[in-house]
């Protein structure tokens, strides 16, 4: 068990109260303490009772950094369209200025930090499926903790207005060593039974390929992606924590993650990186061609290298390449971008890869390279600005943040984020997956509709369908 002393948690916190009703607004106190290893599932598990709806999950394909945040002492959101990128790096900064904040360690992904996204296409009307998230939402959480190459640390974020007194810090001090001598107990899950799955609208979706195909053909279009929806209804309350689980045993290679809303969750396990900014090592990659895996060893050889020498996959894939290199030369000095893609293979599917290492400038900013590779080919089209205009007049799904950047910043402005694809949105018994294929002049909607189904088994398998 570990107890972490009030005497100390008070002494700065009361410097932070000070402060507070000095300037008359509110301040920030965050500190950080290495502590024995301790279990992300089961804190992430903890924070069900007291603070559902208000965590998230993040785990990366090497298992280099977890960090699970529970309970909300900010939030940055909005619903603006216009500068939004610029609008949460400015907030988030500001909410920085005359914090305290206590880290002795030098390790990303602790101390205050930030974590949420965007949604794909702000300019697209809203619907109801996606009513419990903000066009930009990111939380900053009340408790974090973060298990850094082997390493555990727990950050604890108190914001101090003007009307608070030092009661403030006894409270916290208590929850929070209620919360970690809570770290024993076991919490058991159960699992929802899928009684019914419905696709929406495939024949329409299907047209909508064919009808783009015909626009890209006479037009100064060169892809356009497509995506849609299944809609799952279970007999029961669908536990977000289970289908973690599952997804851990069936998709450690990808990114992991789930960022809850007011009641809704937004989950997945991606492979794809859009951008990680580590001091001034820019990392990006792109991802696009697939085609599934084999049944056996010889099999699996055989698609890969079909993979590789596929002419309308290989194309797909060098537009994503030359956009984000285009994308990273305003901030990068100097960048690493293999001549051929290699394959890269998870459970289901396997995709061309090509990794991204860049040198960043002295004033490169982590949500303006999000800004500038969001959407890439793969997620959008190609030119940007037209394909997701088109998927703006011909898709029918209200995408939400499926396709779109999610991930974590913090106070230093060193973070990462995925692209949220192979995903899923809980929303009580029911669930809604996403899947999206590149639309190009050679395209067939069949074999688009195949490819997406495809696409939808990781979450399938990890909800207990097939």
Known sequence: MVTIHELELKERGLLALSRAKKLGRSILVSEVHKIAGMNPFTFFMLGKERYLGERFFW???????????????????????????????????????ESFIYNSYGELGIGPLMF???????????????????DSLFHI?????????????????????PNDDESLFTKIQDERNLLLRSMNQKNETKSAILLETEEISPESWKASVEDVVKDLKAGQLKKVVLARELRLLFDDFVE???????????????????????GDCFIGATPERLIKKQDHHIFSTCLAGSISRGQTEEEDHLLGETLLTDKKNLIEHRYVVEMIKEALEESCEEMILPDKPQLMKIRDIQHLYTPVVGKG???????????????????????????????????????????????????????????????????GKEVSLFAGCGVVEDSESESEYLETGLKFRPMLRALGGN
């Open 361 to 427: 400038k002295s004033d490169a900013s982590l949500l303006r390279i999000v800004e500038r590779l969001h959407p890439t080919p793969a997620l959008g089209g190609l030119p940007k600005k037209e394909a997701v205009e088109k998927i703006r007049e011909v898709e029918k799904l209200d995408r939400g943040f499926y396709a779109a950047p999610l991930g974590w910043m913090d106070y230093r402005e060193n973070g990462e984020f995925a692209v949220a694809i192979r995903s899923g949105l809980i929303q």
């Open 240 to 262: 977000p924590e289970s289908v973690l689980n599952r997804l851990f045993e069936q998709q450690k290679d990808s990114y992991l993650f789930i960022f809850e809303s007011n």
């Open 59 to 97: 785990k990366d394909p090497k298992d280099e950094m977890v960090i699970a945040g529970i309970g909300i002492s900010k939030q940055i959101q909005s619903d603006q369209a216009t500068d939004r990128f610029f609008l949460v790096d400015k907030e988030w900064k500001n909410f920085l200025k």
């Open 141 to 161: 959480p009340k408790y974090m903790l973060s298990i850094i190459k082997g390493q555990t640390y727990l950050t604890t974020n108190i914001v101090c207005t």
């Open 116 to 134: 949420g996204g965007f949604s794909f296409d702000p300019y697209k009307p809203k619907t109801n499926l996606w009513s419990k998230f903000s």
